[in-house]
């Protein structure tokens, strides 16, 4: 599961080097599917990273601004930059003893649930892939050449 996370922190940083050479006026564009826009998209990578794992697992009092407070690119490699700290400690301590532990989420409608750890590790690695998927959508249509998702070639299992 590791190797997983750092395959997401590397094309994560990636696609914050890509958007260093697309305009503003591209980044913030209102497009089609997902959360509408590479901008926001990031954001919202970076936010549930950090609240299901810091917030929700670690039982943490979070702090995720809402995207009109960190809408430039600086400000969302900031709020990456930040909650990265507090994420990659967690993760590099995983172990499978927390494997099955429990942790309740509270829904947007305020019902309880009640979910393993280890499969909410496992949707945040999933969650960003897909996202992933939809930055490089977007990146063709502004004919851009989109980060490579490839995991093979990343230096994460060196022989």
């Not at 006026?25 to 919202?44: A, C, F, N, S």
């Not at 301590?93 to 750890?117: F, V």
Request: proline share 3%; hydrophobic share 40%; with cysteine.
């Amino acid at each position: 599961m590791l190797k997983l996370f750092e395959y997401n922190w590397q094309v994560r940083k990636d696609w914050f080097d890509w958007c260093d050479k697309v305009s503003g006026e591209e980044l913030l564009k209102r497009r089609v599917g997902g959360i509408g826009g590479i901008l926001p998209t990031l954001h919202h990578i970076v936010a549930v990273e950090y609240g299901w794992i810091c917030g929700g697992i670690q039982e943490k009092a979070v702090d995720i601004p809402p995207f009109e407070k960190v809408a430039g690119l600086q400000q969302i490699k900031d709020f990456s930059a930040r909650c990265h700290l507090e994420v990659a400690l967690f993760v590099y301590d995983w172990n499978d003893s927390l494997e099955d532990r429990i942790m309740i989420d509270i829904t947007d409608e305020g019902e309880r649930e009640a979910h393993k750890y280890g499969e909410v590790m496992r949707h945040v690695i999933a969650h960003e892939i897909h996202h992933i998927g939809q930055l490089s959508i977007w990146s063709r249509e502004i004919r851009k050449k989109p980060v490579t998702a490839n995991l093979i070639g990343r230096g994460l299992f060196d022989i």
